[in-house]
């Protein structure tokens, strides 16, 4: 999850390596989280069976991984979990510009879907103060200096934007109308057959990313030649279970800082730094910080570090490649 597992990402953690503030360094009362001793969790039957019914409806996307974010304090550590394993163990998957699978577009497009843009638990929120922390997020991410790349926003049409759900077999079947898909809120029962029997007790969020195929359903994609997939479309989900809030502070989760973490998934990046826990207290720590580490920190993370700058420049910089 860490290294090069989209494409040119060799060299992507190579520069965030050497442009980010490391931090603080792990202690000798310090010990890496039994959770995070691997990063492969091996392959999951729910991405394996969204693929079998995306293979049923002759759809030409498929899916090769899920990147998820865990609470604070759930005692878990977010992960990677695959659909299928390729023979070298390379996910690359990156936008291409100009594709005509996605309309020749040169820019980045994505929507929030404001009908499960609402929060239910403590300290409920309307959709019209999760989507604006939303695009802020999203703003964020266009404002790194570095890319050109336009990201702009779909206006909701009414309509589900979504897919994902319905091959989990828990909402109804819908269309992708961006490159990024902000499905909103989902119930518990969506994460636990994601991550079963229990995904909903620490699963924050997730982002699932979808490449285009050849006819055969199976083949991945690679038009420009940069030994990437073609990253056909990504939707985010977020967990309806945990309590959210605006520029929250633990026990809530804070919308715009996963929103911008998950985000970063949409756009090709992958989880970045080691945690760390301290014995005598059960401390978490992250060398270095990121919005890209896998944990929600318990605090709002809305500002980019700098692993989060250079991974985003190196997928970005040469935009329009």
Request: aromatic share 10%.
């Amino acid at each position: 999850m860490q290294t090069r597992v989209l494409g040119g990402l060799v060299l992507l953690v190579a520069l965030a390596t050497t442009a980010c503030d490391e931090g603080a360094a792990p202690t000798a009362n310090d010990v890496p989280d039994p959770t995070m001793a691997s990063a492969r969790t091996g392959i999951s039957k729910a991405l394996v069976a969204i693929n079998q019914r995306l293979a049923r409806q002759k759809r030409h996307v498929r899916v090769p991984f899920a990147d998820y974010r865990t609470a604070e304090g759930t005692g878990r550590v977010g992960q990677r979990i695959f659909a299928f394993d390729r023979g070298n163990k390379r996910f690359g998957i990156e936008f291409v510009a100009g594709d005509p699978r996605r309309g020749g577009r040169t820019n980045i497009t994505y929507l929030v879907d404001q009908s499960d843009g609402a929060t239910h638990t403590v300290n409920p929120l309307a959709n019209a103060l999760t989507e604006p922390a939303i695009d802020r997020a999203m703003n964020t991410w266009e404002a790194v200096r570095c890319s050109k790349v336009s990201i702009d926003k779909v206006a909701d049409p009414g309509i589900d934007p979504d897919i994902t759900d319905s091959l989990l077999g828990v909402g109804e079947l819908g269309t992708p109308l961006a490159d990024i898909t902000h499905a909103g809120w989902v119930g518990a029962d969506f994460f636990d057959a994601l991550v079963p029997p229990d995904g909903s007790t620490f699963i924050l969020a997730v982002t699932i990313p979808f490449f285009f195929t050849e006819d055969d359903g199976i083949t991945p994609t690679d038009i420009d030649g940069d030994g990437a997939l073609d990253y056909a479309f990504a939707e985010i989900f977020y967990n309806d279970a945990f309590p959210w809030g605006i520029n929250a502070f633990f026990p809530l989760a804070d919308v715009q800082g996963t929103s911008l973490h998950e985000s970063g998934h949409g756009l090709g990046q992958a989880h970045f730094g080691k945690i760390f826990q301290t014995v005598a207290n059960g401390k978490i720590h992250f060398a270095p910080f990121a919005v890209m580490n896998a944990v929600d920190p318990g605090f709002p993370t809305q500002v980019l570090q700098g692993t989060d700058i250079g991974g985003h420049c190196g997928i970005w910089a040469s935009w329009p490649h």
